[in-house]
């Protein structure tokens, strides 16, 4: 039997393989959002995890090299949207632009950042720690707030392979 498997040198400065390696992981996707002195400020993100129910913590890992990357790492307070399979417009504007919020319904949150209407999850938190990591910062909140879609029904929008898509069951 050989190995059909594409093997490479994850430390070379050629980044495609390790990028490709890394899709290979379906990720929920997620919209982050500040308040700023210059207004709202969104990113799309998938590098979400949970992290502790004890004290309720969340992370997130914003790019250094995003020219929004400052304004999360600043912020005392941040939100995050858990995005429904039909919001792909949204993930499509806040990957592109850190502004444009007049395009979508929002409203002030209970800490202050931007909340955005119709998502299957919202978290509102305060900034725990901000950790640099590699060409990203760790950005962990702990949860102050919180709300959901109760529908258990409602899919996710999901993201693989540079790829929008959504959970499909499979058949036993």
């Not at 949970?50 to 939100?79: E, Y």
């Not at 995050?80 to 806040?94: E, P, S, V």
Request: charge should be negative; charged fraction near 15%; proline fraction near 7%.
């Amino acid at each position: 039997m050989t190995d059909s498997l594409h093997h490479f040198d994850p430390t070379s400065s050629d980044t495609k393989d390790l990028r490709r390696a890394f899709g290979r992981f379906a990720t929920g996707v997620t919209v982050v959002t500040v308040q700023t002195p210059y207004g709202p400020l969104g990113m799309t993100a998938n590098s979400f995890s949970s992290i502790s129910l004890d004290p309720p913590l969340v992370l997130w890992s914003p790019g250094k090299s995003s020219k929004r990357h400052d304004g999360f790492a600043a912020a005392p307070h941040f939100a995050i949207h858990i995005l429904g399979a039909d919001q792909k417009a949204l993930a499509d504007h806040f990957a592109a632009n850190g502004d444009g919020f007049d395009r979508f319904d929002w409203s002030e949150g209970p800490n202050g950042a931007p909340t955005l209407v119709g998502c299957l999850t919202t978290f509102h938190c305060d900034t725990f720690a901000v950790h640099p990591a590699g060409d990203h910062s760790l950005i962990l909140g702990k949860v102050t707030h919180c709300a959901y879609e109760p529908d258990q029904n409602a899919p996710a929008l999901l993201f693989e392979q540079s790829r929008f898509g959504a959970f499909s069951a499979a058949k036993r």
